[in-house]
């Protein structure tokens, strides 16, 4: 990154004097994936003519194939309809549908329009598969073989196959109702002595995925099982296309970056150098939502208003009693749903691990109160308020690892996003059963607080 | 996953009543990576079992090869240290070094022991780059080749290299000195004709990691330009090994759950199935640190408290500013902390990062701080309690968002892990000067809030 603030500056000034051949020469020299951050360091009209020079080496497509998708936008802007429906005719098919999804709405219809007819049909087809799924993601240039050609003629495929062959990893074997029935691996046809036929050499049973299985499940598969590419299948166990596993790394880590921003009430196009504008419209309804579940906590509280006018000192721990159920809450929610994310739990096994997570949330709850009560007794000296922390500290964490544990669960099961909208939903729910315990204890030993 | 259950039922079946023949064919028909999730269903003398079923059919050190790590320490407490060493023995160079890693201390000498003089080298030589870096997670073999060899010798050679022809998928072009200069893939390779020489072939200046890059760099590399696989090299360019992307895969996820983990402070090895009493010594500290950083607000509550005892009703919105500070604050470090990981953020433009991230907090603490100064108004009929609560959240997000956005980016800088404790660190500053300010500007106002 550092090095490409440098190359930004360079290419402004080569820009700005109009040395469009020697900025022509640095564009050449650079990799298509490093050209992406370049790009998103300059204004609208450098953009055009950046794009422009692309587009008269033949890079734009490749180039623009590897942005993050959150720049698109930005570029999009800054091309006309025609130059952009030249770039995406280019694209595989799985960055073609990319590429339409990010287009301004108004945008697609025109752009779309300008495609060639057959690439206007493999869009129709895969918009037809529910989004995020495999049907979306999968390209659909492979090499599908009959089991009785032999490794020499299928090499000879592969050099016939020319530019497309630089995306071939695996051969599929193929019946006559090009029902897939083995996977050759091109290391192993390599490995092979000519004559062989793919029929021998291919993996029988191979791995595939259906059409209309969500990327997420398609990643876990190519991951669970090191592959490089899975074959994606219809009902029929006919071959339609295939993922490669730079796309499942993408799915991989879009994924993540949505677990970990789900839980923070976070929406995906809320990066780190998007627009403010942008952020505050995303960020704030969330945060009025937030709003008004801690006014629910505090009319909670103004229940406790007699109470709290004569022991005052309640008011201080109610940080404590906060902090640490929120924080055990987070805790079992996040164990909770990375184990979802990465496959590792079914609803089936939820039981044993809501068990798991409330007994550890007691056993922590158990000694925090303790220390928390002993801590409250020696600063204010009344071992009745260290009672009520002590009593208070076990029930708020007993509910925070309930909690925590079972709404990733419950979402799951309900066919949610298990962490979109949970951390404020726990945090929340611990909280009213924290302070109605601390508060509501603390009524009952109200004389003896009141010494 | 459901699978599995059932077939762990089947063969605790097979094996309680002897059937070993049976179990076997059913081991032998499963995928080595479907095999871990049932082992681990198992109890340690059927572990036992099975491993030497397994190692019967020379399936060992495939299946535990596959397995999550944090399976491994329960299926080694049921093998004996020979049986161990034959399987760690047939292992690649990273594999060998996580097993080795996994094992308990006192076994780790007695095991490494036990193995052949060659892979006790090799593992010596990795145990000198630094942990998590490329030179402990590549495997060392690779085949380099001269630039004048010719696609059809080059060919033979996989040919030649027999088993170990299944992990290549990429050829090394080396100097005489072992520098490499160039890299054919395998697919470009089979596509040319068989008199071409690799010199011609290679993508020059090909993408590589030095040895002692650390692993989440080598995966952001071999995410950012879509490669299969990546060369280490030493100081000099000279090839010492290969990392393939379903290892990268794996850093991967292993990286996102660390931070996920890590901002809600938790354990790398505390997942959803690791025992309870592990879970529990391994948050205990976090929770106890949490529980002081509690304390602290506690006690800076308690130095307002002549103003709390007059007018109690500021006690019920302490949850509202620590409720929205703490949100605030975690929303900045997650999008800060993402972004640091995926290598979108440097410390050289840090700076405009917190502006931005400050912009954001101190528009959404106008907005919330007016919504909340509001219904204060509406619902305890103070006016001036309205205006604490919106000079408190504009002050209190502002905070948030410095911190949030701060921390992390200092952590970095300090060479630190961004999110370890940053979470905490985090919303007890926030909190700190959220109650301060709010107390604070309550007792300003005190004669006018107390009507």
Redesign the interface.
């Known amino acids: 990154?550092?090095n490409s603030?440098e190359t930004i500056r360079i290419l402004r000034r080569l820009l700005a004097s109009g040395m469009t051949a020697r900025a022509q020469r640095l564009l050449s020299r650079m990799?298509p994936?490093d050209r992406g951050p370049v790009l998103s360091g300059l204004t609208p009209p450098e953009i055009r003519t950046v794009i422009d020079l692309l587009f008269q080496q033949q890079r734009a497509a490749s180039t623009l194939r590897?942005l993050?998708p959150e720049l698109l936008p930005q570029i999009f802007d800054a091309v006309g309809d025609e130059r952009l429906a030249q770039v995406i005719a280019r694209l595989e098919l799985d960055d073609m549908v990319e590429f339409v999804e990010w287009l301004d709405e108004e945008r697609r219809g025109p752009v779309v329009a300008l495609l060639p007819e057959t690439q206007r049909a493999e869009l129709r087809k895969a918009e037809l598969y529910p989004p995020s799924s495999a049907g979306r993601v999968m390209v659909t240039r492979f090499l599908a073989l009959d089991e009785g050609v032999t490794a020499q003629e299928a090499?000879e495929a592969?050099?016939e196959?020319?530019d497309d062959?630089?995306?071939?990893?695996y051969l599929y074997v193929v019946d006559e109702k090009q029902q897939l029935r083995g996977v050759v691996?091109?290391?192993?046809?390599?490995?092979?002595?000519p004559a062989r036929r793919c029929g021998e050499l291919m993996v029988q049973d191979p791995?595939s995925v259906r059409a209309e299985a969500d990327q997420e499940d398609v990643a876990q598969i190519?991951?669970?099982?090191?592959l490089?590419a899975v074959p994606v299948v219809d009902g029929e166990n006919r071959i339609l296309g295939v993922i490669t596993?730079?796309d499942?790394?993408?799915v991989?880590?879009e994924e993540?970056?949505e677990?970990?921003?789900h839980?923070?009430?976070?929406s995906d196009e809320?990066?780190?150098?998007s627009p403010?504008h942008h952020?505050?419209r995303k960020?704030?309804p969330w945060?009025?939502l937030?709003?008004g579940?801690?006014?629910l906590?505090?009319?909670v509280?103004?229940l406790f208003?007699r109470t709290?006018?004569q022991i005052?000192?309640l008011?201080?721990?109610?940080?404590?009693v906060?902090?640490?159920g929120?924080?055990?809450g987070?805790?079992a929610?996040?164990?909770?749903?990375?184990?979802i994310a990465?496959?590792?739990?079914?609803f089936?096994?939820g039981l044993?691990?809501i068990r798991?997570e409330v007994?550890?949330a007691i056993?922590?709850g158990i000694?925090?109160g303790a220390?928390?009560g002993a801590?409250a007794y020696l600063w204010q000296g009344s071992p009745y308020l260290g009672v009520v922390l002590f009593a208070t500290m076990i029930i708020t964490m007993a509910i925070a690892g309930i909690m925590g544990a079972a709404v990733p669960l419950i979402l799951k099961a309900l066919g949610q996003d298990p962490a979109v909208g949970s951390g404020?939903f726990v945090?929340t729910i611990t909280?009213l059963f924290g302070?109605s315990a601390f508060l509501g204890i603390g009524t009952l030993l109200f004389d003896r607080l009141l010494i």
């Open positions: 990154m550092a603030q990799r994936a590897e993050p090499i592969i050099r196959a020319g062959a630089e995306a071939i990893l691996p091109l290391r192993r046809l390599v490995a092979a002595s791995v190519v991951a669970r099982y090191n490089l596993v730079d499942v790394i993408d991989i880590t993540a970056t677990d970990m921003y839980l923070a009430g976070l809320d990066r780190v150098f403010a952020a505050i960020r704030l945060m009025l937030n709003l579940a801690t006014f906590l505090a009319w509280i103004g208003e709290l006018e005052v000192t008011a201080f721990f109610m940080p404590v906060a902090g640490m929120g924080n055990g987070i805790q929610l996040t164990v909770i749903t990375r184990a990465l496959g590792e739990l079914e089936s096994s044993r691990a798991k007994s550890v056993v922590i000694v925090t220390v928390s801590f404020v945090t909280d302070f």
